[in-house]
């Protein structure tokens, strides 16, 4: 929801404000950096590492819009936030090879998330805000996709039954 309502304002639905920040710090940040320690206590690494790493992205997110406003430091320029967002980037694709051994439906996430990186990072550098926009239109998707996974887990378990398909990866023999 948080990747969602963040890309509806950079697509220009509407504009930046304290709710895209209020769910950075708590669905995005907080609630992810809990159930990554969820998952490290369950032994999955993978797990462990996208929640705590994106829980990471979005309280940093978050602070590098309200940073300057509390302490009077500069804000982050064009370059700078094109550059964070292009190693988020380049993290988030080699979180995608990792997909390639587990389901369609993670493919589906950090492949359009790793997209997304780069668009908004290309959008920040140039300092173009058509790209943004785009990015804007492709994060929508990405966010999508991510609650349909999500949706997907918790319905699929509490039901006991596949209800919506993950698309498991076979593994080889």
Known sequence: MTTILLNLANAGVFGFDTSILSMGIFF???????A?????????????????????FWETFVFIIILPRLTGMPAATGASLGYYL???????LTMFVGTLRLSGALMAVFGTLWVLFFIL???????NATIIQIGGYEGILCGLTAGYAAMAQVLNEV???????LWPVKPRT
């Open 36 to 56: 990554g320690l969820m998952e490290f206590r369950k032994g999955n690494t993978f797990g462990t590492t996208a929640f705590l790493s994106y829980g990471l």
């Open 159 to 165: 039901y006991g039954r596949t209800l919506l398909p």
């Open 86 to 92: 292009f190693f988020w980037g380049l993290f988030t």
């Open 28 to 34: 995005g940040g907080i609630a992810q950096i809990i």
């Open 121 to 127: 990072a290309a959008g920040n550098f140039t300092g």
